[in-house]
């Protein structure tokens, strides 16, 4: 295996930016064959894959036979753009608070299907992956290089996203500027890890992506101030 670091966190930026993707598990019905399902998705701070799954579902049903599997997510080109599959096996998730508060965060209808007693949470533990980056750069890369490094921001993040929200709308709203072209009416920050933040904008989820990664409290408000500068500038 071609390890290279370099390449495994534009991987992660890549499902980070993603709301959905599609994962293959060992079909329990059909013995031997990969069964697809295209399913809503976020990474927790360490960039795992979470999922809110039904017992009723096919995939979940393969999944208690056979943990191990693949999630696949694209950009909007999917031949020329970035594209990556990541491989692992899935664990319970349900007693993983912060986990399952990422997930509602995006998906708040989420809350309600968990509240049932046949939704679950699962997550992905990666063990590889695969990258493409654009013609000519293909990698494959391991979950040691894949994983974001352990940082003081998880702990931090419930007061950087409430602050955010009190005093800095509008430096959220320039930010959400730039990837509307347009001022939101209503933004808010929804999550922020080592490698961005989510923001929901007149309803729409925005990724923002840090040009570098943060490992702590510090670096998230640089990056922050950063950011804001430069979407200011350009509005």
Request: net charge negative; charged share 25%.
């Amino acid at each position: 295996m071609n390890d290279a670091s370099g390449h495994a966190r534009p991987a992660r930026l890549l499902l980070r930016a993603g709301r959905a993707g599609v994962i293959a598990t060992q079909s329990e019905r059909f013995p031997g064959f990969p069964f697809a399902s295209a399913v809503p998705y976020t990474l927790d701070a360490e960039g795992r894959p979470v999922f809110l799954v039904s017992d009723l579902a096919a995939h979940a049903r393969n999944l208690a036979q056979d943990p191990r599997m693949s999630l696949c997510v694209h950009g909007l080109d999917v031949v020329a753009g970035g594209r990556v599959t990541l491989l692992g096996r899935a664990c319970d998730a349900d007693e993983d608070l912060s986990a399952r508060e990422r997930y509602c965060a995006l998906f708040p209808e989420a809350r309600d299907f968990g509240a049932l007693g046949d939704f679950h949470f699962l997550r992905m533990q990666p063990e590889a992956g695969h990258y493409i980056g654009g013609f000519g750069d293909i990698r494959w890369f391991s979950s040691l290089h894949y994983l974001a490094p352990a940082t003081g921001v998880q702990a931090r993040e419930a007061d950087i996203v409430e602050h955010m929200n009190a005093d800095h709308r509008d430096a959220l709203r320039h930010m959400a500027w730039h990837s509307l072209g347009r001022e939101p009416a209503e933004v808010s920050m929804l999550t922020v890890d080592c490698d961005g933040l989510d923001l929901r904008a007149d309803g729409r989820l925005l990724r923002v992506p840090f040009d570098e990664a943060a490992l702590d409290a510090d670096q998230v408000r640089q990056r922050l101030v950063q950011l804001a500068r430069a979407a200011t500038a350009q509005a």
